[in-house]
């Protein structure tokens, strides 16, 4: 029988092989990891069947954490060499610094992000810690606290700054959230040190920071000024693709406010899922938002998609490219977030309250 964990192996660490040797080398492998990153993931999606529904049985996963550990530490190894390979320091020519560009950055922000934040969910704090420095080394590290406190808390309210509502363009909703999340993460752990007692230097947002800074300054310090941009294109690509996800996974479907005060209760019905079987290993089971929202310590290989599940129409890399073009984008999904919440709210047999 084959291991729950073997595909995810399969489908995250080939692209780490390919980038590895695609940054050194250039030639076939570059071009092989960025194509692995976009049309041979699409391809796939619409090739395979739909994987299992029901996730793998069982609630611990030894070798979960191990490959989402190894695929930090090789991300934190392609950062570096990312920057290298795009600013033209390992030898590649125009054109493969560009593909460099579109491969590492396809990695970082749906493979990477999507382990960052399986690692920021574990109770380990090495685990934790891992996931941390992974959003810090892609200038992100706020997210570490607004996707916890933030996001899982208000999700699908007008307090969740990252939420998208109907009608919402994702360029005018990345714009909103990035500072949103940003600025309110920050009010979140200042009010958490003083309720604890602690000092302001303990805030986390020091170490956000301060850890973007120092790697840009150890960059410039060992691979120069073009490596330095090249690791801001970089980081900005893969925070397009986060943000990205989030949209696509949250895109209209909030929670009723109740006539007493606060929300409806947060469900199943309240994230977007996709259920094909490569852009799920690929990306430690992301798609599968829903239930990770209802259980966020389950561990990936675990996560569950019941038909009841509010589904995308095609896979999250091509819905994607989708919301680039929000015309499009409004037309295919906002009669699909109406009959998604008309199903919720007979799910919930939860009354009307008035407008």
């Given at each position: 029988m084959?291991?729950p964990?073997?595909p995810?192996?399969?489908?995250?660490?080939?692209?780490?092989?390919?980038?590895?040797a695609?940054?050194?080398?250039?030639?076939?492998w570059i071009?092989?990891a960025?194509?692995?990153?976009?049309?041979?993931?699409?391809?796939?999606d619409?090739?395979?069947?739909?994987a299992?529904?029901?996730?793998?049985?069982?609630?611990e996963f030894p070798?979960?954490?191990?490959?989402s550990a190894?695929?930090a530490?090789?991300?934190?190894?392609?950062m570096p060499?990312g920057?290298?390979?795009?600013?033209?320091?390992?030898?590649?020519?125009g054109?493969?610094?560009?593909?460099?560009?579109?491969g590492f950055g396809?990695?970082?922000g749906?493979?990477s992000?999507?382990?960052?934040?399986?690692?920021?969910?574990?109770?380990?704090r090495?685990?934790?810690?891992?996931?941390?420095?992974?959003?810090?080394?892609?200038?992100?590290?706020?997210h570490?606290?607004?996707?916890?406190?933030?996001?899982?808390?208000?999700?699908g309210?007008?307090?969740?700054p990252?939420?998208?509502?109907?009608?919402?363009?994702?360029?005018?909703?990345?714009?909103?959230?990035?500072?949103?999340?940003?600025?309110?993460?920050?009010?979140v752990?200042?009010?958490?040190?003083?309720r604890?007692?602690?000092p302001?230097?303990t805030?986390?947002?020091?170490?956000?920071?301060?850890?973007?800074?120092?790697?840009?300054?150890?960059?410039?310090?060992?691979?120069?000024?073009?490596?330095?941009?090249?690791?801001?294109?970089?980081s900005?690509?893969?925070?397009?693709?986060?943000?990205m996800?989030?949209y696509?996974?949250h895109?209209?479907?909030?929670?009723?406010?109740?006539?007493q005060?606060g929300?409806?209760?947060q469900?199943?019905?309240?994230?977007?899922?996709?259920?094909?079987?490569?852009?799920?290993?690929?990306?430690?089971?992301?798609?599968r938002?829903?239930?990770?929202?209802?259980?966020?310590?389950?561990?990936?290989p675990?996560?569950?998609?019941?038909?009841?599940m509010?589904?995308?129409?095609?896979?999250?890399?091509?819905?994607?490219?989708?919301?680039?073009?929000?015309?499009?984008?409004f037309?295919?999904?906002?009669r699909?977030?109406?009959?998604?919440l008309?199903?919720?709210?007979?799910?919930?047999?939860?009354?009307e309250?008035?407008?």
């Amino acid at each position: 029988m084959t291991h729950p964990v073997s595909p995810f192996a399969l489908a995250t660490l080939a692209p780490v092989l390919l980038l590895a040797a695609g940054g050194i080398l250039g030639g076939a492998w570059i071009w092989a990891a960025a194509l692995y990153m976009s049309f041979f993931a699409l391809g796939l999606d619409q090739i395979l069947t739909v994987a299992d529904r029901d996730g793998a049985p069982g609630s611990e996963f030894p070798a979960a954490d191990a490959l989402s550990a190894a695929l930090a530490l090789a991300h934190l190894a392609l950062m570096p060499l990312g920057a290298a390979a795009v600013a033209g320091l390992t030898g590649l020519s125009g054109a493969e610094r560009v593909v460099a560009f579109f491969g590492f950055g396809l990695f970082f922000g749906q493979l990477s992000n999507s382990n960052a934040h399986e690692l920021i969910h574990r109770g380990n704090r090495l685990l934790f810690g891992l996931g941390k420095w992974v959003y810090i080394s892609m200038l992100y590290g706020h997210h570490t606290t607004a996707h916890r406190l933030l996001h899982h808390v208000h999700v699908g309210t007008p307090q969740d700054p990252n939420f998208p509502r109907k009608g919402m363009s994702f360029y005018r909703n990345f714009l909103r959230g990035w500072t949103g999340s940003f600025v309110q993460g920050f009010r979140v752990e200042r009010a958490r040190a003083a309720r604890a007692g602690k000092p302001a230097w303990t805030n986390p947002y020091l170490t956000y920071v301060g850890g973007a800074l120092a790697l840009l300054a150890l960059c410039w310090a060992t691979l120069g000024g073009a490596a330095v941009l090249a690791w801001l294109g970089l980081s900005f690509y893969a925070q397009t693709q986060l943000a990205m996800v989030d949209y696509l996974q949250h895109y209209g479907l909030e929670r009723r406010p109740l006539p007493q005060g606060g929300y409806e209760p947060q469900t199943i019905h309240h994230s977007w899922n996709t259920p094909h079987w490569f852009s799920s290993h690929m990306m430690v089971n992301a798609p599968r938002h829903s239930d990770h929202h209802a259980n966020p310590a389950r561990p990936y290989p675990a996560l569950r998609l019941p038909e009841e599940m509010p589904v995308l129409p095609y896979s999250l890399p091509a819905m994607g490219m989708v919301a680039l073009w929000p015309p499009l984008w409004f037309r295919l999904m906002d009669r699909r977030v109406d009959a998604a919440l008309a199903r919720a709210r007979a799910a919930t047999a939860m009354p009307e309250t008035a407008s």
